[in-house]
């Protein structure tokens, strides 16, 4: 059966969507140096790009107040087979192209989530309505996938959002704040509240999406929050 699955529904290369790949493969040999990680120097905040060797931090995060305790990014926003990719899986629901880069991302960085000592990733959340239109949520898909190599669980219900917003990418700094102002909460679970959890997101632009999720997770209760994207805006 898994063979004739391969032969009817061969997997397609993220990056430049031919088909097929070799067998066994999540990316095509021409395209395997196309999709990168994120190297060094990277913010010891958000964890993305900088610009200078001898900066420590990015510039938003060298001058905004982070609440969480670190992050990691995947890849960069900036690069052009990254932007289509993400684009692909979250207007074309072709989700299966988050394989390859969750797989590299979670194996580059198995060591460093260990150390942290998760309790479980937490998906950012959509609104109910936006999750009815796309069919999924791509932060759920993400944290799925680096869960599964991770052995960490995925709490999907945990954090919700409770009330629709304007897309963040329209707006500028000053209404991004307050266009999340109590836009997340923590449902009431028997099990109590995670001592230490990382929030999963697609895509880190300015950190307020990040920041609002993390303020809400503390405020109920939970200790540490680490921030985990797959990819970043420089």
């Known amino acids: 059966m898994r063979f004739l699955d391969e032969l009817l529904f061969p997997g397609r290369c993220p990056v430049c969507l031919d088909i097929p790949v070799p067998k066994g493969a999540l990316i095509c040999n021409a395209c395997r140096d196309k999709l990168r990680l994120i190297e060094d120097p990277r913010c010891l905040k958000c964890g993305r790009a900088v610009r200078k060797d001898t900066a420590e931090y990015c510039p938003d995060c060298a001058r905004l107040k982070r609440s969480f305790v670190t992050g990691i990014a995947g890849f960069n926003y900036g690069s052009v087979p990254v932007r289509k990719l993400i684009s692909r899986v979250k207007y074309h629901n072709e989700r299966q192209l988050l394989d390859y880069p969750c797989a590299l991302m979670a194996g580059h960085y198995a060591q460093?989530?260990?150390?942290?000592?998760?309790?479980?990733?937490?998906?950012?959340?959509?609104?109910?309505?936006r999750r009815r239109?796309?069919?999924?949520?791509?932060?759920?898909?993400?944290?799925?996938?680096?869960?599964?190599?991770?052995?960490?669980?995925?709490?999907?219900?945990?954090l919700v959002?409770?009330?629709?917003?304007?897309?963040?990418?329209?707006?500028?700094?000053?209404?991004?704040?307050?266009?999340?102002?109590?836009?997340?909460?923590?449902?009431?679970?028997?099990?109590?509240?995670?001592?230490?959890?990382?929030?999963?997101?697609?895509?880190?632009?300015?950190?307020?999406?990040?920041?609002?999720?993390t303020r809400a997770l503390m405020q109920a209760g939970v200790e540490r929050v680490y921030s985990i994207v797959l990819a970043a805006v420089l």
């Not at 069919?135 to 995925?154: H, K």
């Not at 836009?183 to 697609?202: H, N, S």
Request: proline share 7%; net charge neutral.
């Open 112 to 129: 460093t989530v260990e150390a942290w000592g998760l309790s479980c990733l937490i998906p950012v959340p959509l609104h109910a309505s």
């Open 133 to 158: 239109a796309r069919g999924f949520n791509q932060a759920e898909e993400i944290a799925r996938r680096l869960g599964a190599v991770w052995d960490i669980p995925v709490e999907k219900k945990l």
């Open 161 to 213: 959002r409770q009330k629709k917003t304007l897309p963040q990418k329209e707006l500028d700094e000053a209404a991004r704040l307050k266009n999340l102002t109590d836009a997340f909460a923590l449902k009431p679970d028997p099990r109590g509240v995670p001592l230490c959890a990382a929030v999963v997101d697609d895509i880190y632009t300015t950190g307020t999406t990040m920041e609002a999720c």
